[in-house]
């Protein structure tokens, strides 16, 4: 056993100490399946995560990173959890070089916010940003020089999830069909191992080949090969135009054949979704929509 009060003001000394909490309340609301921690704290840089994972590593902690938690209900119910480590204060938007197609981010940032980070006000029709915060709207572009492209990533929850989650779970959503998946935009990565030391792989350069392409291995890792602190990715221009096309089937045949023709053309659409009535109703009813859907 460790010595709870002693850790935590080792703790408390490189994160600072209202960073670090032992309150039961906060131990609930971080609790993962009914598995609560001892710890909860908010690193702010890289160099704090490691020294942190070093004291969890001496002390042979059991340490879980959390962004915006939610993906915390995926894989099994830890054996043991001692410490969370969250990543909120870790929201800086380091690099934006739209120029050159590229964005470097810290974990804690969310994804919504970045692609708010690259939009214009005539961009937002095409992003998931109607209900931006007001901190995320500061992020928006009034320069369209300094903008017009966007990060092809299609995260679920992407108005909750942070980057460093959406990589470390490999969350993807319908437009994967186009835009492929998250480890084909990430070209850099800065992480801190479980011995606490920081690692980088990758960089800003977009055609870089030289060794191995390690950065991608975190993608999908669930924390398990290390804490993502920081990524590169690389950028891709608005399109001039984008369409939803909305068809009514009285069959999920019907709806299904259709998909599989437009896939056989020459036409690739962003995404194709077939959803059964009660699914699109659903959808219908939170966006006010007109469109009345037949069985499928």
């Known amino acids: 056993m460790f010595d709870l ?7 408390a000394g490189i994160v600072g100490q209202e960073f670090v909490t032992i309150a039961p309340e906060m131990m ?40 915006n938690g939610s993906k915390m209900s995926q894989g099994n119910r830890p054996e043991r959890l001692d410490l969370v480590l969250g990543t909120s204060r870790m929201n800086h938007m380091r690099d934006v070089d739209t120029s050159n197609l590229t964005i470097t981010v810290e974990a804690g940032v969310r ?16 992003l998931p940003l109607e209900d931006l915060t007001t901190e995320a709207d500061d992020f928006v572009c009034s320069d369209r020089s300094n903008s017009g492209c966007f990060l092809p990533i299609d995260p679920c929850c992407s108005d909750m999830a942070t980057i460093g989650g959406v990589i470390a779970t490999s969350s993807a959503g319908p437009r994967r069909l186009l835009y492929t998946l998250p480890r084909d935009m990430i070209i850099g990565v800065k992480m801190v191992t479980p011995k606490g030391d920081i690692a980088g792989a990758g960089g800003k350069t977009v055609k ?81 929509s007109g469109f009345r859907p037949g069985s499928f």
């Open 5 to 11: 009060k002693e850790i935590v003001k080792e703790l």
């Open 28 to 67: 609930q609301k971080y609790a993962i399946d009914g598995t609560a921690p001892k710890i909860v704290l908010f690193p702010g840089n890289t160099r704090e995560v490691a020294e942190v994972v070093r004291v969890a590593y001496r002390q042979k902690l059991a340490v879980v990173p959390w962004g």
């Open 111 to 126: 994804f919504r916010d970045i692609q708010a980070r690259l939009a214009t006000e005539e961009d937002r029709c095409y």
């Open 208 to 288: 870089n080949v030289s060794g191995y392409d390690t950065s991608k291995l975190m993608v999908g890792s669930m924390g398990s090969l290390g804490i993502i602190c920081e990524m590169t990715f690389k950028l891709l221009p608005l399109p001039e135009k984008m369409e939803t096309v909305l068809v009514s089937f009285d069959s999920f045949k019907g709806a299904a054949d259709l998909a599989d023709r437009i896939l056989g053309t020459t036409l690739l659409p962003a995404a194709v979704t077939v959803l059964n009535a009660a699914a699109f109703q659903k959808l219908q009813n939170a966006a006010c």
